[in-house]
């Protein structure tokens, strides 16, 4: 008997999975074609100090920001509903190093930055708190 007296759909069942298969192999190449690297407080200074035209980003409120920073670094604040327009003011080819108090803020973050075409972003694991990064008010 032939396959097709048992599996009548099978030809149309084959072309779902594989288109299945085919999108969900593009989705992927889409998520990682943009650089996301969460790195810790030694590795995410260096990287900063050794990437040219790199921006320091704190996500943290302006009251935060103002107590202590990063030096050089300039200041969006993650929760203030401008975050995305603001955003979307800087250089997209840019690299960014973001960070917050605690690594929580910095991820949402990252995430808008993902989804709103920026291509090589870094972040600070476990934000201020968990690393020994000298700030200044400055």
Do not use: W
């Amino acid at each position: 008997k032939d396959y097709k007296e048992y599996y009548p759909n099978y030809m149309k069942n084959v072309l779902i999975v594989g288109g299945i298969v085919v999108i969900a192999g593009l989705m992927y190449i889409y998520q990682t074609s943009t650089v996301s690297t969460v790195l810790s407080g030694n590795d995410f200074v260096s990287q900063h100090a050794s990437t040219q035209d790199a921006v320091m980003l704190d996500v943290r409120t302006s009251a935060e920001y103002a107590d202590g920073h990063i030096a050089g670094s300039i200041n969006l604040d993650v929760q203030d509903p401008t975050f995305v327009d603001e955003l979307n003011k800087l250089d997209k080819s840019q690299t960014l190093f973001v960070y917050c108090r605690s690594g929580s803020r910095s991820a949402v973050a990252v995430s808008l930055m993902k989804k709103n075409g920026f291509e090589k972003v870094y972040e600070l694991k476990g934000g201020v708190v968990g690393n020994n990064i000298p700030l200044t008010n400055q």
